[in-house]
């Protein structure tokens, strides 16, 4: 439950700040981010880049951009960049790829939205005058279906891609989300990646901001491309703050927010019209099914509400709920009492 008293499942984008970031947020020391001279955002990029296993970092204001800026710096005007496609990067961020990089997005339909080394070979463009370039391979993880990618099958396309001369960027909006899941230090996964998009604000408690980490003369072209998307900030300390403490201590009890998903899809299987999806828990994340109406789906949502449980399902064929540092076991008994009062 947050600090307003609602029980909130939509996301874990919804996590408010900690008593500890709310204190660093107070007693920051700031500078101006764009002359590079601000203490705090200084020392969170040096302990991302570090702990990411990376030679420089860069602080944005969101995972879109981060993203975008691991497309810009690594790419030119008419290359093709390779893309899942049910990924973040094309289904999430408005076309920026197009927008923003003047690149073409080659679509794969991943089995499981994982990766696989076989398809992405077959999407390589050749060097025919008629087609573009291969550029750039965009990988997610974790996934955004509750899944992760075996550290193997990363590294496998990683090298692939080195033996092309291909980057490789890491949508890891939830890396360390997968790293918790797959039992390995972050640095297993990223290795397998030239540049890694990290979300301190999903399931970390940020308030806002995610990490661009890669070598470091590709986020010097990043920092550039930062300043054209209208991302010179100033005393972003006051940002970094928080996000330091989400990457130094908040990624260390992720475990907690996946044994709460485990409990709830537990519970939520007691109530006879829902059918959870028990092959796609290996995050923070319950997806499953209901055998009800529009109609009574939209009746139990406006119920929930009434008792300040927010859910941001709209369908009854794809339900998601989603376990953070907000939510206790105690309101996910809550929520599984309600949904049961609500459909009886």
């Known amino acids: 439950m947050n600090t307003y008293g609602w029980i909130d499942l939509r996301s874990d984008t919804v996590t408010t700040p900690t008593p500890a970031m709310r204190e660093a947020i107070a007693q920051a020391a700031v500078g101006d981010d764009v002359y590079q001279d601000d203490p705090t955002t200084n020392e969170l990029e040096r302990v991302g880049a570090e702990i990411l296993g990376k030679e420089a970092a860069l602080f944005t204001p969101s995972g879109t951009m981060s993203n975008q800026l691991g497309i810009m710096s690594q790419t030119n005007r008419g290359d093709e960049i390779i893309v899942g496609l049910n990924a973040h990067i094309f289904v999430h961020e408005v076309g920026a790829p197009a927008v923003l990089s003047g690149v073409s997005m080659r679509l794969i339909d991943y089995p499981d939205c994982v990766p696989d080394l076989a398809m992405i070979k077959a999407a390589v463009r050749s060097t025919d ?3 573009p370039p291969t550029r750039l391979i965009c990988m997610e ?7 992760v990618v075996p550290v193997e099958r ?7 891609a080195k033996s092309r001369g291909f980057s490789v960027h890491l949508d890891g909006a939830r890396v360390f989300n997968a790293a918790t899941s797959l039992g ?3 640095k297993e996964i990223t290795q397998y990646t030239d540049t890694v998009n990290c979300c ?8 806002v901001g995610s990490l661009l980490a890669g070598p470091a003369d590709v986020i010097k072209r990043a920092r550039k491309c930062r300043k054209i998307l209208g991302g010179g ?5 006051i940002l970094t703050a928080a996000g330091l403490i989400a990457i130094r201590d908040m990624t260390k009890r992720l475990a907690e927010d996946h044994e709460n998903a485990h409990y709830l899809a537990n519970r939520l299987a007691e109530i006879p019209c829902v059918h959870v999806a028990m092959d796609r828990l290996a995050i923070n994340m319950v997806f499953f099914k209901m055998d009800v109406t529009q109609e009574e789906f939209d ?3 406006e119920k929930l509400k009434a008792q300040k449980i927010e859910i941001g399902a709209q369908d009854p064929a794809e ?4 376990a953070h540092n907000d939510i206790t076991r105690a309101d996910l008994d809550t929520v599984v009492a309600a949904m049961k009062q609500a459909l009886c």
Do not use: W
């Not at 993880?141 to 899944?147: D, K, P, Q, R």
């Open 184 to 186: 390995v230090d972050v």
């Open 319 to 322: 339900v998601r709920f989603v």
């Open 141 to 147: 993880n974790a996934l955004a279906n509750g899944g």
């Open 154 to 160: 990363m590294k496998e396309i990683y090298e692939f």
């Open 129 to 131: 005058i008629h087609e």
């Open 299 to 301: 009746v139990m949502r």
């Open 200 to 207: 301190l604000s999903k399931g970390l408690c940020a308030p």
């Open 233 to 237: 900030m100033r005393q972003t300390g």
